[in-house]
């Protein structure tokens, strides 16, 4: 299966498992009313995520993960092309040049055990997007639990820069 068909297959895969008609996401007690997150006001992903088999778990991750290795090594070439039209004609191509690329590579597994135990030891915290979460743990100077809980309690979500 190509990477943009796992991708489109996740997403659809979430779209499905997250219809209100679903009931055997677990509900669990709210300290707040609302969300932070326009997308969650039906079902949490967080909630969504536990109701989920480790397989499917581990799938959805590796193709976000495949999804930004691919992302990046695109970005990467990008910014490398003016530097290879400066080559001079018989020089060898430089390898590494990009060596970020792959830091995430077979790394599904962890970071699915990370997303589950973060929904888990936050329940208040499982209206965070899937997506958000995994984009703290993976960034280039990735988050704490910790860091991730106090930041989406304490501050506030602004959609649009005219909210500031």
């Given at each position: 299966m190509k990477i943009v068909e796992k991708l489109v297959f996740a997403l659809l895969l979430l779209t499905v498992v997250s219809n209100p008609m679903n009931t055997s996401a677990q509900a669990v007690p709210r300290k707040r009313v609302g969300t932070r997150?326009?997308?969650?006001?039906?079902?949490?992903?967080?909630?969504?995520?536990?109701?989920?088999?480790?397989?499917?778990?581990?799938?959805?991750?590796?193709?976000?993960?495949?999804?930004y290795e691919v992302g990046y090594g695109d970005g990467c070439a990008d910014a490398m092309a003016p530097m290879e039209r400066m080559r001079p004609h018989g020089r060898q191509k430089e390898n590494g040049l990009c060596p970020n690329r792959l830091?995430?590579?077979?790394?599904?597994?962890?970071?699915?055990?990370?997303?589950?135990?973060?929904?888990?030891?936050?329940?208040?915290?499982?209206?965070?997007?899937?997506?958000?979460?995994?984009?703290?743990?993976?960034?280039?100077?990735?988050?704490?639990?910790?860091?991730?809980?106090?930041?989406?309690?304490?501050?506030?979500?602004?959609?649009?820069?005219?909210q500031k």
């Amino acid at each position: 299966m190509k990477i943009v068909e796992k991708l489109v297959f996740a997403l659809l895969l979430l779209t499905v498992v997250s219809n209100p008609m679903n009931t055997s996401a677990q509900a669990v007690p709210r300290k707040r009313v609302g969300t932070r997150f326009p997308a969650s006001r039906v079902n949490f992903q967080g909630d969504i995520w536990l109701t989920w088999l480790n397989p499917i778990r581990v799938w959805f991750v590796e193709s976000a993960l495949i999804g930004y290795e691919v992302g990046y090594g695109d970005g990467c070439a990008d910014a490398m092309a003016p530097m290879e039209r400066m080559r001079p004609h018989g020089r060898q191509k430089e390898n590494g040049l990009c060596p970020n690329r792959l830091r995430l590579h077979h790394k599904a597994v962890e970071y699915t055990i990370q997303v589950n135990d973060f929904y888990t030891k936050y329940p208040e915290d499982r209206d965070i997007p899937i997506a958000f979460l995994l984009a703290d743990l993976i960034a280039a100077k990735p988050k704490t639990f910790e860091e991730i809980h106090r930041f989406y309690i304490h501050e506030p979500i602004h959609w649009f820069p005219s909210q500031k």
